[in-house]
């Protein structure tokens, strides 16, 4: 009883953060595209990217490390929770 307990707040949980991430990715989708993949050359894909990196480039975005005026604005608007959690959902699109 106690195990389906825990195994259905998990599930619970996680869901909870797919949803979140989804909702986070939104902003995204304008120029990186729904999934993510990129429709032109300048602007980079962020499907599939590898996690540390994410977190590491959105971070330079957001403390001005690397320069790009949309970016800025758009990083200054996450938490680092929510810049792991879209680092975790970009990671695993597929």
Not at 61 to 89: C, F, P, V
């Amino acid at each position: 009883m106690v195990k389906t307990i825990l195994i259905l707040s998990f599930l619970y949980l996680n869901s909870l953060n797919i949803l979140k991430a989804n909702n986070l990715a939104l902003p995204c989708a304008g120029c990186h595209g729904t999934d993510g993949n990129s429709p032109g050359k300048t602007i980079p894909s962020i499907k599939n990217l590898e996690k540390n990196y994410f977190i590491q480039a959105f971070k330079e975005y957001k403390n001005g490390t690397r320069d790009h005026y949309i970016m800025k604005i758009i990083s200054n608007g996450y938490s680092d929770k929510e810049i792991q959690l879209l680092a975790d959902y970009y990671e695993n699109k597929k």
